[in-house]
């Protein structure tokens, strides 16, 4: 079989960088699947894998699940705090229970909600937000910033911020504290579906084996 051969029928998984990928990483491992050394030091951004039968994009967290919607990765791995800010149309087929973390509104200590005329709301994540807000009954201004959202409150731009809280380290370091906690986060197992027809067999035995390591099963 040519090597163009053997790379249509790899399984394209998109991941995300950093401690998602490195989590997941080792998921694949516990399932068998034999990644080499390197694949953890390498910086490129598509890595076959003739042995695990797969090829993965390395792609930056909010746009996995935009690969795995166009059908470019078959399967990918997201955070549920992306899924539901994207909304993309995947299928969401396993809770890798990896990635751990919450979602939360944070503020300054002199923070007053009593104060709050046109409460601003700064956020990497403004569908969440707002969607989060609406189902409290609160009308709030949502401005969406791309990094360093706890810098928001300090400088005046915002009252309060909503992000993803791991240790709380970063809010204590500038100042912040959390005020309501929203809801937990996990890392998920997404699936393209015209890939869960097209190369069900594949993606079965991925899901079937990765449940395996997920429930304690090795």
Not at 3 to 19: D, F, H, N, Y
Not at 172 to 188: A, F, H
């Amino acid at each position: 079989m040519t090597e163009e051969k053997i790379s249509e029928q790899l399984l394209t998984v998109a991941m995300p960088k950093g401690r998602i990928f490195d989590e997941a990483v080792a998921l694949l491992r516990k399932a068998n699947y034999p990644l080499p050394p390197e694949f953890d030091e390498s910086r490129k951004l598509i890595i076959e894998s003739p042995e695990a039968g797969m090829r993965f994009i390395l792609a930056k967290p909010m746009d996995v699940p935009t690969y795995v919607e166009h059908g470019v990765a078959d399967v990918g791995v997201a955070g549920k705090d992306v899924l539901i800010e994207e909304k993309r149309d995947v299928y969401e087929v396993l809770d890798l229970k990896i990635s751990e973390c919450y979602m939360a509104v944070a503020a300054l200590p002199s923070y007053n909600p009593n104060a709050d005329i046109a409460p601003k709301i700064a956020s990497k994540y403004p569908n969440l937000a707002s969607s989060y807000f609406r189902e409290q009954g609160e009308q709030v201004e949502i401005i969406k910033l791309n990094g360093s959202i706890e810098l928001a409150p300090i400088i005046g731009l915002a009252d309060r911020i909503v992000d993803i809280v791991s240790t709380g380290r970063t809010l204590k370091e500038n100042g912040l504290v959390e005020i309501e906690t929203m809801m937990p986060i996990t890392s998920r197992f997404i699936v393209n579906p015209v890939s869960y027809r097209t190369k069900s067999v594949q993606i079965d035995d991925m899901v079937a084996r990765i449940t395996k390591v997920v429930e304690g099963g090795e």
